[in-house]
């Protein structure tokens, strides 16, 4: 495998311009939607199958070091899991891992299961009803095996979006971390940096001023897939349990007859 | 709070976890009367293996419609993931469909008087299909809890319920029928309902155990998406239908019958029994997607 590529997204440099959210729309050329109003710039609500970047206006009372309102910005995205739910629910093989670490669906081989879309500890899979596919972000996969960035990185006037090598983004993370905490961002954290931590790490992580609750992630998210073994364990059990029980029900009426 | 997206399967899809259930449960029942006495259960292992493969075949049809791209259905068969309960179950319908075959054309082979006793290959059928058939009962459960749904991950015994579900709808069916055609009826369906006793009780002890996990899981998230069962939306589909009318009634009449032995009352047990089985699978895969 090619050493692995990342975004790095920056939320303390997000402008809220939405030019990488419209970037993505015309690179991957998504169809336009219906507006959500949600009482903010923020549209949509959620990623959708036609939104794969999604800023995201955060209004947090008291947030700011000054105890002012803190107005957060998010530029969202596919997190491109180290261990992917996704990717591990997937019936088909339809997701699968890129030679540079990111996940993206084969949409001539996805048949529509959903399944993934219930698996995305995020939320990120969305469910196209005109192809009747699973549609997410590809890390414009196009673009990075030609030597390309991708679009919304590309059209990130601040820099809030970072494209590159994996390793090389998480040090510049930890420094911009460091410079921020010391500025009295007391609350700033990397999200999804550590390669140990959960979900083997994201390949597209965060800096984030504040809890990861208040951009509506969540704080500690785990692999779906880690409760297979128990589930199995226990329906084992369930299943000795009937067959024990069958033979009781059997041998109970081996001798009478009964009116 | 997380921001979550669902799957949103429709209530087809909660038909199919029924009758894979059921057809798992009947099957397995078949397969130890006929490893147990081939000859005297002889009506029960009939019963057993022609409703498996009754109720077998609308499942994969509800399963091909369901799909976004249903032409491309043949592409669970691209994978073998064991981690994944969607390709495992996949698999398992697969090599039950097999079995439930075989074992159904055995039995129909003896009914039509080509073959004597075919109990030795129908032992060899009914015991990997058995496997099979636990599989394809079990698996829906494990599957709901390998998501980031935050009802069916924040608990533990999903895939135990839902295979005590098969079981006692399994018993269920197999009951009214033998009732129905009146056949040796008093021996088998005696069987049945202690059956049907039996795996109502597990029944009962999974939802209980699913309910306190959820309950102790500390997850907002799980806590706020277990209200919506218990105390919201759907609470009285829960514990009226469920488990009041669909779980516990037929657990008091298969009880009291047990003195009484009346046909009546077994058939009255088996309907809840199957009315019950659906709504407790229907009532938490709808919660969960809420």
């Known amino acids: 495998m090619a050493r692995t590529l990342a975004m790095f997204t920056d939320t303390s440099l997000c402008i809220g311009c939405r030019a990488c959210q419209v970037a993505c729309k015309q690179w991957n050329e998504l169809d336009m939607e219906v507006p959500d109003w949600t009482g903010t710039y923020q549209n949509h609500t959620h990623f959708t199958d036609k939104t794969f970047r999604l800023v995201r206006f955060i209004e947090e009372p008291g947030g700011k070091p000054n105890g002012d309102l803190a107005w957060l910005l998010m530029s969202d995205v596919c997190k491109h899991c180290a261990d992917a739910g996704c990717l591990n629910a997937c019936p088909t093989g339809a997701i699968y891992r890129t030679e540079h670490g990111t996940v993206n669906i084969n949409q001539d081989v996805c048949n529509g299961c959903r399944y993934c879309v219930s698996a995305c500890p995020f939320g990120v899979v969305s469910f196209n009803e005109q192809t009747g596919t699973a549609n997410k972000c590809t890390f414009c996969n196009d673009r990075i095996h030609n030597g390309l960035g991708p679009a919304c990185a590309k059209a990130c006037p601040t820099e809030s979006i970072q494209f590159g090598f994996r390793d090389d983004l998480v040090v510049k993370a930890q420094k911009r971390v460091e410079t921020l905490r010391a500025m009295g961002f007391k609350e700033a954290q990397l999200y999804g940096a550590d390669s140990s931590g959960f979900l083997g790490g994201l390949n597209a992580f965060f800096l984030l001023l504040a809890k990861p609750s208040t951009y509506g992630l969540p704080d500690n998210p785990r692999l779906p897939q880690k409760s297979v073994f128990v589930e199995s364990l226990l329906s084992i059990g369930s299943a000795l349990l009937v067959g024990v029980g069958a033979l009781v029900a059997f041998r109970q009426r081996g001798g009478g007859k009964e009116g | ?290």
């Open chain 2, 1 to 290: 709070m997380a921001l979550l997206q669902s799957p949103h399967w429709p209530v087809l899809i909660d038909v199919y976890f029924f009758l894979g259930g059921l057809a798992g449960g009947a099957f397995v029942i078949a397969t130890v009367a006929t490893l147990l006495d081939s000859r005297r259960f002889r009506d029960i292992s009939r019963v057993g293996y022609y409703l498996a493969l009754a109720a077998l075949i609308p499942c994969p049809i509800i399963l091909i419609v369901d799909l976004g791209v249903p032409v491309r259905f043949m592409n669970m068969m691209r994978t073998f993931n064991p981690l994944s309960p969607m390709s495992m179950g996949a698999w398992a319908l697969l090599g039950f469909s097999a079995c439930a075959f075989v074992a159904a054309l055995l039995t129909l082979l003896e009914d039509a008087g080509r073959a004597r006793s075919l109990a030795g290959a129908k032992i060899v059928v009914g015991v990997i299909g058995g496997f099979f058939g636990f599989f394809l009962a079990a698996y829906p459960g494990v599957l709901l809890t390998a998501t980031a749904r935050p009802l069916w991950a924040g608990g533990h015994g999903l895939g135990a319920l839902f295979l005590a579900v098969g079981a006692s709808t399994g018993a269920a069916a197999m009951a009214l029928v033998l009732m129905l055609i009146g056949r040796r009826m008093a021996d088998g369906v005696a069987t049945l309902r202690t059956m049907l006793v039996l795996a109502l009780l597990i029944q009962i002890l999974s939802v209980v155990v699913f309910v306190v996990s959820v309950q102790g899981s500390g997850s907002a998230a799980s806590l706020r998406a277990l209200a919506t069962l218990t105390s919201g939306a759907y609470s009285l589909t829960f514990w009226l239908g469920a488990i009041a009318v669909g779980s516990i009634l037929p657990l008091v009449i298969g009880l009291v019958d047990f003195k009484r032995r009346s046909p009546g009352l077994t058939a009255l047990a088996s309907i809840l029994v199957l009315v019950g089985g659906f709504l407790v699978k229907f009532v938490i895969v709808a919660a969960g997607q809420v």
